[in-house]
């Protein structure tokens, strides 16, 4: 994004000197290029929709734990057959919505070990606590 600031700050002093009647159009422009792009990365960095990532409704950016509302939300979001139990594939999905990335196998081992509950699924305690923990007590995910 710096370097973003530092070419456009060139190329519009670039083009205030030779095309002064086009300056605005161009600085305006450029600028909308930035934002749509910052926009765009947030986008895919916290995995959300354009218009949250650009009207800025989400609750975690990733700097701290995420809070238990957020990850109640989560939860429910992508618990798609409302079993109150996430599958596999919808606990990998929420990890990395959570922005906790790790390998297809990681997070299926970590499934398996804490889906001991005999539901065949992880509910929304655990996995409040299982991010909690990992958070609070140093814990690798």
């Known amino acids: 994004l710096a370097s973003s600031f530092v ?3 060139i190329a519009s002093f670039y083009a205030v000197t030779k095309y002064k009647s086009l300056a605005l ?3 305006a422009a450029f600028l909308f290029c930035i934002a749509a ?3 765009a990365f947030t986008s895919y960095q916290q995995r959300i929709s354009l218009w949250r990532a650009a009207s ?3 609750k975690w950016s990733g700097d701290g734990p995420p ?13 798609a057959d409302r ?3 996430l599958n596999e594939d919808e606990f990998k999905s929420v990890l990395r919505e959570a922005g906790i990335i790790e390998s297809d196998v990681g997070m299926g081992a970590i499934f398996r070990s804490i889906a001991i509950n005999g539901a065949g699924g992880v509910g929304v305690d655990e996995l409040i ?3 909690a923990f990992g958070y609070y007590e140093g814990c690798s995910i």
């Open 129 to 131: 606590a299982l991010v």
């Open 56 to 58: 800025g409704d989400w």
């Open 37 to 39: 792009s910052a926009i």
């Open 7 to 9: 070419l456009g700050g």
């Open 83 to 85: 079993s109150g139990f």
């Open 25 to 27: 159009i161009f600085n």
């Open 67 to 79: 809070s238990e509302e957020y990850l109640y939300d989560l939860f429910h979001r992508h618990d």
